[in-house]
Nanobody, 121 residues
């Protein structure tokens, strides 16, 4: 059983900052790519940023220069530092990780339950 648990969402003012955290736990053999996606009301779930086990990062154009994704030293955690927040960043943010578990022996995507980020103007 693998779980992803997010924390750190909340309310921020435009121009402010928030930091999201996500920790993977359970029967994990290895973790490849970890990332953050977001879904605003009435919209699709879109990529925000990803980071590989080697540290290579990828960002959506809308967050480049404002958001920074990183992984913890234990490699089972991922963070999203969000600066210069805008009202259009308001969404539920989901943690995603491609994990090989001891039971599946294959790389599978896992999702957290999401954490709400609301940015007021």
């Amino acid at each position: 059983q693998v779980q992803l648990v997010e924390s750190g969402g909340g309310l921020a003012q435009a121009g402010g900052s928030l930091r999201l955290s996500c920790a993977a736990s359970g029967s994990i053999f290895s973790i490849n790519v970890m990332g953050w996606y977001r879904q605003a009301p009435g919209k699709t779930r879109d990529l925000v940023a990803t980071i590989t086990s080697g540290g290579s990062t990828n960002y959506a154009d809308s967050v480049k220069g404002r958001f920074t994704i990183s992984r913890g030293n234990a490699k089972n955690t991922v963070y999203l530092q969000m600066n210069s927040l805008k009202p259009e960043d308001t969404a539920v943010y989901y943690c995603n990780a491609h994990i090989t578990s001891w039971s599946s022996y294959s790389d599978m995507p896992y999702w957290g339950n999401g954490t709400l980020v609301a940015v007021s103007s």
